[in-house]
């Protein structure tokens, strides 16, 4: 567990985006229960991407959240955060997003891929 002074700065819990002005004293996120580590202010970057780039590095780490953890919820909190910023926010960052669209299309198709089943 990190000291308070460590903890005592203003940013967003990664899961969810509940801002705070201070994670002192907090061992989860008030809102989502997470303890996953947060997102401070004071590191938010600004940075000239590519569409394709973002795709290829949400697509692996969704593809080994999904292998390796319990869910890929956090890539798709990121995936998230990342689309309302975004030109062309309807174009897919993950691979669950293309499955989505294709059930919403009605388009049948089968697959191992683990996003592929969720729903």
Same mark, same amino acid.
């Given at each position: 567990?990190?000291?308070?002074? =460590?903890? &005592? !700065?203003?940013?967003?819990?990664?899961?969810?985006?509940?801002?705070? =002005? @201070?994670? @002192?004293?907090? &061992? #989860?996120?008030?809102?989502?229960?997470?303890?996953?580590?947060?997102? #401070? &202010?004071? !590191?938010?970057?600004?940075?000239?991407?590519?569409?394709?780039? /973002?795709?290829? +590095?949400?697509?692996?780490?969704?593809?080994? %959240?999904?292998?390796? =953890? =319990?869910?890929?919820?956090?890539?798709?909190?990121?995936?998230?955060?990342?689309?309302?910023?975004?030109? !062309?926010?309807?174009?897919? +960052?993950?691979?669950?997003?293309?499955?989505?669209? /294709? #059930?919403? #299309?009605?388009?049948?198709?089968?697959?191992? %891929?683990?996003?592929?089943?969720?729903?």
């Amino acid at each position: 567990m990190n000291s308070p002074n =460590e903890r &005592d !700065y203003p940013g967003y819990c990664i899961l969810c985006s509940k801002r705070y =002005e @201070s994670f @002192s004293n907090m &061992d #989860k996120c008030e809102q989502c229960g997470t303890t996953e580590q947060p997102c #401070k &202010d004071k !590191y938010q970057e600004s940075i000239e991407v590519n569409h394709r780039e /973002l795709r290829l +590095l949400l697509t692996a780490a969704e593809a080994w %959240h999904l292998t390796n =953890e =319990e869910g890929a919820d956090i890539v798709y909190a990121i995936a998230a955060r990342i689309r309302r910023q975004l030109k !062309y926010p309807m174009i897919p +960052l993950t691979a669950h997003d293309e499955f989505q669209e /294709l #059930k919403d #299309k009605g388009i049948g198709f089968i697959s191992n %891929h683990p996003a592929a089943d969720m729903p």
